[in-house]
């Protein structure tokens, strides 16, 4: 007789855990963003070097306001990410994994998933992701959760983005 398994947990987020976390769901965001930003830096670079060649030296705060707000948007979204994260902190989520679906269970409020739903997973040294969108991701902590529940998950989602 097969038997369908099904896997309740329930998880309880650390501060480890969670700052694993929102270093993760930060590289993911930029890494989506990473050759248009690349584009811009050189594109930024060339005409630096036109406006000295061409003798506007005054133009040349434009590009240095470009890298300033470049900066300070990189500084605001590391630390948005990291203060969203971290508000999981001490809080208790339960998740139940079955051959049709993920569930996740808060205080009143419950999401169901079906597996084709989830786009990829990635698993670092603390936490294993399933990822719905490129940078939005349930969160299962490996001490808590279980290599058989992640391997579980691995088998029904199929898509592994672990090449970062």
Not at 2 to 9: K, P, T
Not at 61 to 66: E, H, K, M, S, T
Not at 87 to 105: C, E, H, I, N, P
């Amino acid at each position: 007789m097969n038997v369908a398994q099904v896997f309740e947990l329930s998880v309880t987020y650390g501060e480890p855990e969670l700052r694993a976390a929102a270093k993760k769901l930060f590289w993911r965001h930029w890494k989506s963003r990473l050759w248009m930003s690349m584009l811009s830096v050189l594109g930024m670079v060339c005409i630096s070097a036109m406006f000295i060649y061409l003798g506007f030296f005054s133009m040349l705060w434009w590009v240095a306001l470009y890298f300033a707000v470049s900066l300070i948007l990189w500084v605001y979204i590391r630390w948005l990410t990291e203060r969203r994260t971290l508000k999981l902190l001490g809080k208790s989520v339960s998740m139940r994994m079955t051959q049709a679906d993920f569930s996740v269970m808060t205080e009143g409020d419950t999401h169901t998933f079906t597996w084709k739903r989830f786009k990829s997973f990635q698993q670092d040294g603390e936490n294993f992701y399933l990822f719905i969108f490129r940078t939005m991701a349930y969160i299962l902590p490996i001490r808590q959760v279980g290599e058989s529940a992640i391997e579980f998950a691995k088998a029904h989602v199929v898509v592994s983005s672990d090449r970062a």
